[in-house]
């Protein structure tokens, strides 16, 4: 197994993990991204390819290319969402820095939690709205408005910062450099941005989920709450 740990690597960060990373974002399947690589072009030299992500990410030299910008229409209330798709090889360092923080993040969400966490589903959601539909005879139906696109940075790092720890400290610093990430328009052209994150990308589920969480918590407090979807 001593192959398998980045010794002599500022950053402690296997090569088991980023193993894990691509069989779960290639079970996943998705389009490729700005670099029009696709799952199946990247596995043409997988080896090569999954080492190059270890060694930049235990190394403290990963950066992450722009996010593909996709406009795909709001199903209720109109108008377009954008989504920023990662390349393959991005979704594979996100899935791993999100592996990591999950598991220290994860104990912290309150049980009626239900987005983006392991073991839970949104049919685990209905289940529990079914079960205290008989309790009570209302519902609080609420949402951040435009949560992504205009969540402060600094709020992000400090939520991170507080679930990592001088062994993970390299989460906090690829999730500056991923915020930082420009989107490339469908025109070629990339836009910088200085706030917000693109919907679409491992990551963006993973830290703004517990920040999200935290602000409704506090907002709801005293109220029984429901669970999140």
């Not at 393959?88 to 049980?111: M, N």
């Not at 209905?126 to 139906?141: G, L, T, Y």
């Not at 500056?176 to 706030?195: C, F, H, Y």
């Amino acid at each position: 197994m001593d192959e398998l740990k980045a010794s002599g690597k500022p950053f402690q960060i296997s090569k088991q993990e980023v193993w894990n990373a691509w069989l779960k974002v290639k079970g996943n399947k998705g389009a490729p991204g700005a670099d029009g690589q696709s799952i199946g072009e990247f596995e043409k030299d997988l080896k090569g390819n999954l080492y190059k992500i270890w060694n930049r990410m235990s190394s403290g030299t990963y950066f992450p290319p722009p996010v593909m910008a996709v406009e795909i229409p709001k199903p209720h209330s109109g108008g377009t969402r954008v989504l920023g798709v990662p390349c393959v090889a991005d979704r594979i360092a996100q899935t791993v820095a999100a592996a990591r923080l999950e598991k220290a993040a994860d104990p912290v969400f309150h049980r009626d939690s239900y987005g983006y966490r392991p073991g839970k589903s949104q049919l685990d959601a209905v289940a529990a709205c079914r079960k205290r539909c008989w309790e009570f005879n209302w519902v609080i139906d609420f949402d951040v408005r435009k949560f992504f696109d205009s969540v402060r940075w600094d709020l992000i790092v400090k939520a991170v910062e507080a679930h990592t720890d001088h062994e993970t400290r390299w989460i906090v610093l690829y999730v500056k450099r991923w915020l930082a990430a420009p989107m490339q328009l469908p025109d070629g052209s990339l836009q910088e941005r200085d706030r917000g994150t693109p919907q679409g990308g491992l990551c963006a589920a993973a830290h703004n989920e517990p920040y999200e969480q935290r602000w409704v918590m506090r907002s709801a407090r005293g109220l029984r709450w429901w669970g999140q979807w």
